[in-house]
């Protein structure tokens, strides 16, 4: 019985062809992209979902509440894991790390070194971590050489992972032959291996390889960089992760970190400030929540997610309301042939059944073809995707999701056709008076065609709604220049007069307008922050990123004082004078009225010895994206080593190949001063286009299900034409 009617079925496509074709195509686009949709909704949502006790997990955050709003930052003091640890109760375990961006050096006595390049930016997190013993306690790994107790108790000793030790220094049969080998990360930094641990299968933002012991800090030059006692530094490289005793409720901990802050940040009478909360965010809501940021975790939006599986949806529909059409339309041709199948003694219900099986063949077709192309187009796309994100056969989910894809598909493009189909009079039917039957029902057919173009009208409305917000974003005045300039970072490898010597050599070159060194560009991902107090006839105090600039950083990136002169401190750390830029956010935060009247007012900060004097009061720019509200920021020439050049170029009548020269030149700089080192370099407007790279991801993403919609929905007008 059921080969007859798969039979038929696939006499009733052949007959059919065109319409086939065309019906799988459209199905087979649907069902592409709702599978491709849905390999990247579970690849996101599985995001440390694998840790035991996962969800006693907590990262502790900070917020600040001023007249501005509240601002939130996935970073800590460096002091404050320890203190933690100590004094607030209901906590299992607690850790600190700081992420480490370096080189690594592999010593090989009689061979040439073996050096690897830091992770360049935007290519991810770094794998390196100075961490404490107590992070192998809240995250479980698989021990494979060395004593998990006491691997990391020790300064100057690092754990690997297997995919690291392999990377250093090759495949080895036993773990244990790591142990006791030497590394050397920032140059001088000479650690030995003390333990390996098993790789992570699972997806995760705490995905490090390298682990250097937090003893490490303080007997060595990292403390020039690190200062775990320090509670004035909200350093955006310091993390603390938590674990919650069995039982406790974070709500319980949160209570007591009030009276913990006011022990360690005292508020004098009568003085104002934002007010500093601390808080626990859960290990599940870090790879979703964009308001905490930090250097290691890869963000991704669940609206943004749950957007696409709306997409997804739509397209599926609307590849079913054209299969329903195009059967519709082809009922006619098919109306003497259910008569002839009723006057034999067919009932509706066969008849139904006929038509579904129909439908199930093609949807299957659909199905295989979707299978074969699938991983093609993730390939074509995988700019979009994370790299991760393709099928295999080892996803059984993926397949389980087909299949339920291919009957609710089956059911929602079959059952209506054929319904209408089988409700056919035979005597009627076969008279070849089938379309009046039809045209009773063409008032559903017409309003499945409009809500297909309705759908195709939504996408491209929505695509060019972003591509205008993208456009503005990317060409809004941010409160500096962007063009024609490139960062060298040095990462600090090397005494700082070796960036000196660069930055001079790299001035020679003729097409170089301007040179100037700082810690990092406006458009970093995290700045560090500090508290600034001003003890006036009301005594204010703020928290505010920060940079360490010489004086030609506000003239390079064009930025506009609105009050009092730039600064004239040399940039050295044992400067007897600290000046300060600060911009208008602070100002009004250190509570003057007027960016004059800071001007020789006497400030103090968390990252400085002792006062400062605000020389000047610059314009408000944007550190990050434009989601994000304008946060106090000041500039000194003092108190820090610089680690990025930024070069402003001369664009006027330059080529493109006028710019490689002058790369090349300026690679040749640095090659004179860092021989045998890498030279990278980022031109400073593609980092500004990176704080955006979800929306112009989503942009895109739009587009193409826009083109697919209005596709799909064009093939049926093929045959109704």
């Not at 080892?394 to 409700?423: C, D, E, K, M, N």
């Not at 509570?591 to 400062?612: E, K, N, S, V, Y």
């Not at 820090?640 to 930024?646: A, E, F, G, K, T």
């Not at 031109?683 to 826009?706: G, H, P, Q, V, W």
Request: aromatic fraction near 10%.
């Amino acid at each position: 019985m059921l080969r007859n009617f798969f039979k038929s079925a696939w006499r009733g496509m052949w007959r059919s062809r065109v319409t086939t074709v065309i019906n799988i195509a459209g199905l087979s686009l649907g069902i592409t992209v709702c599978l491709i949709i849905f390999l990247l909704v579970r690849y996101e949502l599985s995001y440390d979902r694998f840790h035991p006790e996962g969800d006693r997990i907590y990262r502790v955050v900070l917020k600040a509440n001023s007249p501005d709003g509240e601002r939130s930052m996935g970073f800590v003091t460096p002091a404050l894991p320890n203190d933690l640890r100590a004094e607030v109760t209901g906590l299992e375990e607690v850790a600190a790390f700081d992420d480490l961006t370096s080189s690594v050096i592999v010593p090989r006595p009689g061979h040439p070194d073996k050096i690897f390049d830091p992770t360049k930016r935007g290519e991810g997190a770094s794998p390196i971590i100075i961490v404490q013993p107590q992070y192998f306690r809240i995250f479980s790994y698989r021990w494979l050489a060395g004593n998990a107790a006491t691997a990391l108790n020790e300064p100057y000793k690092v754990v690997l992972t297997v995919k690291q030790a392999t990377k250093y220094f090759g495949a080895a049969t036993d773990p244990d032959d790591y142990v006791g080998r030497p590394l050397i990360y920032r140059d001088s930094l000479r650690v030995t291996v003390s333990g390996i641990v098993a790789d992570w299968t699972e997806n995760s933002d705490f995905a490090f390889g390298d682990f250097i012991s937090y003893a490490t800090i303080v007997h060595s030059f990292l403390k020039n960089d690190y200062d775990p006692a320090n509670w004035n530094m909200w350093d955006y490289d310091a993390q603390a992760v938590v674990r919650l005793a069995p039982g406790v409720s974070p709500a319980r901990v949160e209570r007591q970190f009030p009276a913990f802050l006011l022990r360690h940040l005292p508020q004098r009478p009568g003085e104002r400030e934002d007010k500093m909360m601390i808080a626990l965010q859960p290990l599940k809501d870090i790879h979703f929540n964009e308001k905490y940021a930090d250097d290691f975790s890869r963000k991704t939006s669940l609206p943004t997610l749950y957007g696409l599986s709306a997409i997804a949806l739509f397209i599926l529909v609307i590849a079913a309301i054209n299969f329903i059409n195009l059967s519709t339309a082809q009922s006619v041709r098919r109306a003497r042939e259910i008569g002839v199948r009723k006057v034999l003694g067919s009932r509706r219900g066969a008849l139904v059944f006929q038509f579904l099986a129909e439908t199930l063949v093609i949807v299957l077709a659909a199905a295989i073809l979707s299978l074969l192309i699938t991983d093609p187009i993730v390939a074509a796309f995988q700019s979009l995707l994370p790299r991760d994100v393709h099928l295999t056969s080892f996803q059984w989910p993926a397949y389980v999701f087909l299949l339920i894809t291919v009957v609710v598909t089956s059911l929602l493009a079959g059952l209506f056709p054929a319904r209408v189909l089988s409700a056919y009079r035979p005597v009627i039917s076969l008279k070849g008076q089938g379309m009046q039957q039809l045209n009773s029902r063409s008032f559903l057919r017409k309003a499945l065609i409009v809500f297909q173009f309705t759908i195709s009208l939504v996408f491209i409305i929505g695509s060019m709604i972003i591509s205008r917000q993208i456009h503005y974003v990317l060409t809004t005045d941010l409160g500096f220049d962007k063009d024609a300039i490139v960062v060298i970072r040095t990462q600090q490898d090397g005494p700082e007069h070796y960036r000196t010597t660069l930055a001079n050599l790299i001035r020679e070159i003729p097409a170089v307008r301007l040179v100037a060194s700082n810690v990092e560009m406006p458009s970093a991902p995290g700045h560090p922050g500090t508290i600034v107090e001003y003890h006036g006839a009301q005594d204010h105090k703020t928290m505010s990123s920060c940079d360490f600039v010489d004086t030609n950083y506000i003239k390079l990136y064009g930025m506009r004082l609105v009050a009092g002169r730039n600064l004239l401190g040399s940039g050295k750390q044992d400067d007897s004078i600290h000046e300060f830029l600060i911009n208008e956010t602070c100002s009004r935060q250190l509570g003057f009225r007027q960016p004059a009247d800071a001007l020789g007012q006497i400030i103090t900060t968390g990252m400085t010895r002792g006062h400062g004097v605000i020389v000047g009061v610059i314009r408000d720019f944007h550190l990050k994206s434009l989601h994000e509200p304008i946060t106090p920021f000041f500039l000194t020439s003092s108190g820090s080593p610089s680690r990025d050049l930024s070069v402003k170029l001369a664009t006027k009548g330059g080529s493109a190949d006028q710019l490689t020269a002058t790369l090349g030149k300026m690679e040749k700089a640095w090659k004179a001063v860092y021989p045998g080192k890498k030279f990278e370099y980022v031109f400073f407007d593609e980092s500004i286009a990176r704080l955006y790279d979800t929306e112009n991801k989503t942009a895109r993403i739009m587009n193409i299900a826009m083109a697919v919609a209005i596709f799909i929905s064009c093939l049926g007008l093929l045959l109704r034409s």
